[in-house]
């Protein structure tokens, strides 16, 4: 085994840098008797890659080097972490979270992506040293937080479920979808096409509901039984009322006119999950609590998924080859740069993974 002590990597030293990617060299933490060495073989690009830089939710930490869809091989260890857990060689994945407190009500009732004292792959609130994403030739975490990936998932494809994969399926285990349960994804993208796969697998029936039927061939062979063109049928809600029991918007954000809309297509007691925040330029959701009342609605939001979770997500993903449409790019300065702004215009399909890991940083 080999500690690691540089870390080379991709990422912004500037905000005001961005798109344009620098390279950038860093000093891991120390290793923990509870930490993993990784090699870093491919990284997915998720949306949160072009914000975390940019500070659009708050000032970032800089430097900051994104990625947290991050699959690799494990080369070293701490001394406590045991080979029935992880060994050298394993190939792992790690997604949003590389650590919590552990001794917390959430970390000791399977919810560590909600302890209070979370640690992020990248992109936290508050500096924290040696702690960076992805786009980078190694990264050093908490093994709680480093999952062995089913031999039948490539490792190109695994990347993307690692985050998007996590946050498409969070809403249907907490909504408790199963066999029969009428289920409606709107939008049909990074999110999305993952969404309904997943329902799909899960036994749900499943409505795809998007701006237009340019997706409607992709949607049914994805899993989709239905699908709704909201600008090719005026009436859609009018012939959609009372039709689901869980309502999962992918979309990039959500506005009360949104929400209202989705909401009256709910049957009583019916879930409608958020994964995004609000439109620009809308601090809150105007909603009247009555609407909710005279339905026994339920408005719910998700953040990823704990370990627990991401377990059950690879195996089902396996099981049902739940494997998200990707586009390879080589790892590089120009590569990541382009990924970022093609990302912020949909022109992906429908998720970039950054490989060539071995080429660039040797």
Excluded: W
């Amino acid at each position: 085994m080999t500690e690691i002590t540089k870390i080379q990597g991709i990422g912004f030293t500037k905000t005001e840098n961005y798109p344009n990617a620098e390279k950038i060299e860093y000093t891991p933490a120390p290793l923990k008797p509870t930490d993993v060495d990784i090699k870093i073989l491919a990284c997915g690009v998720c949306g949160a890659d072009t914000h975390f830089p940019r500070g659009d939710f708050f000032p970032p930490q800089l430097p900051i080097i994104p990625g947290h869809e991050i699959v690799g091989i494990v080369i070293n260890k701490g001394s406590e972490v045991n080979d029935n857990d992880i060994k050298i060689g394993d190939r792992v994945g790690i997604g949003a979270q590389c650590d919590s407190c552990g001794n917390c009500y959430r970390c000791e009732n399977n919810h560590e992506v909600n302890c209070k004292k979370s640690i992020l792959t990248y992109g936290n609130f508050h500096k924290i040293d040696g702690r960076q994403g992805g786009y980078a030739s190694h990264i050093r975490i908490n093994h709680k937080f480093a999952f062995q990936i089913p031999d039948n998932i490539p490792t190109n494809v695994a990347a993307p479920l690692f985050c998007g994969g996590m946050t498409s399926l969070s809403p249907l285990l907490i909504t408790n979808v199963g066999k029969g349960t009428e289920v409606a994804i709107v939008g049909i993208g990074g999110i999305g096409h993952m969404s309904i796969m997943f329902a799909k697998a899960l036994g749900a029936n499943v409505t795809a509901i998007s701006s237009s039927n340019s997706k409607k061939e992709l949607a049914l062979k994805l899993g989709a039984t239905r699908f709704i063109s909201t600008k090719d049928d005026p009436d859609y809600l009018t012939k959609n009322e009372d039709a689901f029991d869980v309502i999962v918007h992918t979309g990039s954000f959500v506005n009360t006119k949104t929400v209202t809309e989705l909401i009256s297509m709910l049957r009583p007691e019916g879930n409608l999950q958020l994964i995004t925040g609000l439109s620009t330029g809308e601090e809150a959701l105007n909603l009247n609590p009555f609407m909710l009342c005279a339905n026994n609605s339920k408005i719910g939001g998700i953040y990823s998924g704990s370990p627990s979770k991401i377990k059950f997500m690879l195996k089902l993903a396996s099981e049902h080859e739940v494997f998200p449409m990707i586009e390879c790019l080589d790892i590089n300065q120009e590569n990541v740069t382009q990924a970022l702004v093609r990302i912020e215009k949909s022109d992906v399909k429908f998720r970039f993974v950054l490989t060539g890991y071995d080429k660039y940083f040797g």
